[in-house]
């Protein structure tokens, strides 16, 4: 992404400064010039980021909106193109409401940003829990166990869903549709009673059980109005235990799924959300965000991208569920 703003611009004439460290960077001025150079072009085959990540209190972001003007202005920049989801997004759209020249561009693995059809590093993190749950398969069926795999997705359930039904997962559990313990366990013991040998069942980190089906622990709240996520998978493992009385084993795959490298589909969107944003910026196309709809890169409105997170319809989980047990 960043390659593809810097190069783009370059061609153009245009400069690029970078900030550390997301919003907290650009608040205390930590600027990094970005130079069309062999470094620049090589970060297309890294994940993450060069500039670093970071999280910045809501409150002490708006209080910073005058310091940050000065920082811009400092800094000559005529235009910010913020990389995130819908926290910087959020954020973004603040700046933008604030006279600030904006043009947002959706990252996120969990791919839960309105308005377009994916965002980047979505793909790449599908991809890594394909090629776990894969592995998992192996052992799972040579142990004879129902093996768990908790993949990232507090709030919307794209991965478990995405990388569920590319492994062949016998079971998908999404936040947005809370599920009944009952009917986990009752396909589980199906499938050995029809002699099948293993199970396997993938498990969004955000999945809930319908209510009063389950004791599960009540969820605590972080400094940012966060919600702390519990062992969800745990609880889930120790239930089909002792109902079936079948070894289960659980695996979180936790931040294994956002590193590594990104795969072809990721480096051609993000490069493709690069040049198009850094062009509205040059012909003065501000306060939009870029999105992918069917084949085509478009300009959208920030409400359009924040005003929800993009859940899983049911109508996508409902043909999941045409494959479980």
Known sequence: ??????????????????????????????RVQLYDDDNIDRIIRRGGTILGTGRLHPDKFKAGIDQIKANLEDAGIDALIPIGGEGTLKGA???????????????????????TDYTFGFDSAVAVATDAIDRLHTTAESHDRV????????????????????????????????FDI???????????????KYGIIV??????????????????????GHEKFQDMTGVIAREINNRLDTEVRSTVLGHVQ????????????????AVNATKACIRGDFNKVVSLRGEHIELISFED??????????KRYETAQSLFG
């Open 1 to 30: 992404m960043i390659r593809g703003i810097v190069r783009t611009a370059a061609g153009r004439g245009h400069t690029v400064v970078g900030f550390e460290d997301g919003w907290q960077g650009l608040l205390e001025d930590r």
């Open 93 to 115: 759209k603040f700046l933008a409401d604030n006279g600030i020249p904006v043009v947002g561009v959706p990252k996120t693995i969990d791919n839960d940003v309105n308005g």
């Open 147 to 178: 093996m768990i795999v908790e993949v990232m997705g507090r709030h919307v359930g794209w991965i478990a869903l995405h990388a569920g039904m590319a492994s062949g997962a016998h079971e998908i559990l999404i936040p947005e549709v809370p």
């Open 182 to 196: 009952d009917d986990v366990c009752r396909r589980m013991a199906r499938r050995f009673q029809l002699g099948e």
């Open 203 to 224: 498990v969004a980190e955000g999945a809930l059980p319908k209510e009063g089906s389950l004791d599960v622990p009540e969820r605590e709240v972080d400094e940012f």
């Open 258 to 273: 956002r590193g590594g490298t990104p795969t072809a589909f990721d480096r051609v969107l993000a490069t493709r959300f």
């Open 305 to 314: 991208a924040v005003g929800e997170l993009k859940a899983v319809p049911l």
